[in-house]
């Protein structure tokens, strides 16, 4: 392989590894906190020991996250010093205030866990939450805008490989932030709520029916369905974007070869390049123009208008198809869920619903890097739009083979150890509910121990 090859599995390895624990990063914290906040309104002990738990799953990944950033930081520098040099002098500033909001959100987490027995009044400790909220979902969010300005570079002048007229704020409030921006943050809060309905629905299934695991269940599913309706919002708006600013990837996307009023919504099937064609995908007549420029009879752009170096891989269209159907699928399933909460009926709780959400436990995360792929491949040969190609960012160094090799098991292992510190620490502080399990109530000696 090349060494260009080697740098981008190398990154994109990376930033895959990394991604999952910036969602849940991004997305636990606004659980824990509605978690508390509605246990302190309702006076109910079910749902503030909720929140106690769930925080200490948070404190053991927020540390990996943090060293899993450091390296995908130390990488862009390494590995891709040409497009640093530009992206350093236009676009450092969300880098700069993602700083001060991780260390914002680690210090009211150092406040909020050392706070769980000694901040006397219940209220301002669940208050101490919403820094944590507000710096998590911010941290995603400034990384996300230098992302949006690759897509839709504003705010500066390059002639002749020299930047003049900087304008830091028009670099972040590029075109492609808004939408971009609402997309990532809303899928994070749906990756992670039914990360914890998938896991509170196994832990049902094996027998634990009390109280506390229904309230459990009902927040993180609920929360979840109305998030999922952000994110179908916030997915049609990113979609036009696409269309409007980067007409190649919407192509790519869609496996649309040929520029078409009228143009059909192709849902699976298979492409084929040489024959510009899709074999035994399901076409929607009109649905891709409607989707795409508010007229079912408006032109969309395909492959076609493209020359060949300039078209992003035709495989982003089965990742394309497996974020929205992901992404389809857990709404589904939510949203049944909800209908029979609110009609009352027993089987919200049956075993056949408890399988249903238990399967939606890692589509949220599947949806999610799907998503970046089609993204960051999309956007291809460019890493930044129209101005710098990914092989004129790399850098001329050798042994990034080498770099490759090392890192792959690194993962690996920090992966593990990551799941086993998990499951050592929830199994060396088991939860301890009352005799009666409809009434359970914090146990403060046990369940933070090891955190102090």
């Not at 369905?225 to 409007?244: P, Q």
């Not at 992404?327 to 909800?338: K, N, P, Q, R, T």
């Not at 083979?401 to 060396?428: C, D």
Request: aromatic share 12%; glycine share 8%.
């Amino acid at each position: 392989m090349t060494n260009l090859v080697y740098g981008r599995v190398l990154m994109g390895t990376s930033l895959g590894f990394h991604i999952i624990l910036a969602v849940i990063g991004m997305g636990l914290p606004l659980y824990i906190s509605l978690a508390e906040g509605i246990g302190l309104w309702r006076r109910n002990d079910a749902l503030r020991l909720l929140a106690r738990r769930w925080t200490s799953a948070f404190i053991i990944l927020f540390a990996v996250g943090a060293a899993t950033g450091m390296i995908v930081g130390i990488e862009l520098s390494l590995l891709w010093p040409n497009f640093m040099a530009i992206a350093g002098q236009v676009i450092a500033l969300p880098f700069a205030i993602e700083v001060f909001a991780f260390f914002i959100e680690a210090i009211f987490l150092g406040i909020y866990v050392y706070g769980w027995d000694r901040i006397t009044n219940p209220l301002y400790h669940w208050l101490c939450s919403l820094p944590i909220v507000v710096a998590s979902a911010a941290s995603g969010a400034l990384i996300t805008i230098v992302n949006a300005w690759m897509n839709s570079p504003a705010g500066f002048t390059l002639k002749d490989g020299k930047v003049s007229n900087v304008q830091p704020i028009v670099a972040m409030l590029n075109p492609a932030t808004p939408t971009e921006l609402a997309h990532t943050v809303v899928t994070a809060y749906v990756a992670v709520g039914f990360l914890l309905a998938g896991l509170t629905a196994i832990t049902m299934l094996r027998g634990r029916r009390g109280r506390y695991y229904k309230q459990a269940l009902a927040l993180s599913t609920l929360v979840a369905l109305v998030m999922s309706i952000g994110a179908l919002i916030t997915g049609d708006l990113a979609a036009k974007y696409v269309a409007a600013y980067q007409p190649a990837k919407l192509a790519a996307m869609e496996a649309l070869y040929q520029t078409q009023a009228h143009a059909p919504e192709i849902i699976g099937g298979i492409p084929d390049p040489a024959h510009h064609t899709v074999h035994g995908g399901i076409m929607l007549p009109g649905l891709l123009s409607w989707l795409a420029t508010d007229n079912p009879n408006g032109t969309v752009v395909g492959l076609d208008a493209f020359a060949k170096a300039e078209q992003p891989p035709i495989f982003i269209h089965y990742l394309f198809d497996t974020m929205v159907g992901a992404g389809m699928l857990m709404f589904a399933v939510a949203a049944l869920y909800a209908l029979l909460l609110w009609r009352r009926r027993a089987w919200a709780g049956s075993p056949w619903m408890l399988r249903a959400l238990a399967g939606t436990l890692p589509l949220g995360f599947i949806a999610i890097e799907a998503g970046w792929v089609v993204t960051e491949v999309g956007r291809q040969p460019w890493i930044i739009y129209h101005l710098m190609t990914v092989s004129q960012a790399l850098t001329t160094a050798p042994y990034i083979g080498t770099m490759l090799w090392i890192f792959l098991p690194l993962y690996a292992v920090i992966g593990a150890l990551t799941i086993v510190a998990l499951v050592w620490y929830f199994r060396a502080h088991p939860l301890r509910l009352p005799a009666t399990p409809d009434l359970p109530a914090p146990q403060p000696e046990t369940e933070f121990a090891g955190t102090r």
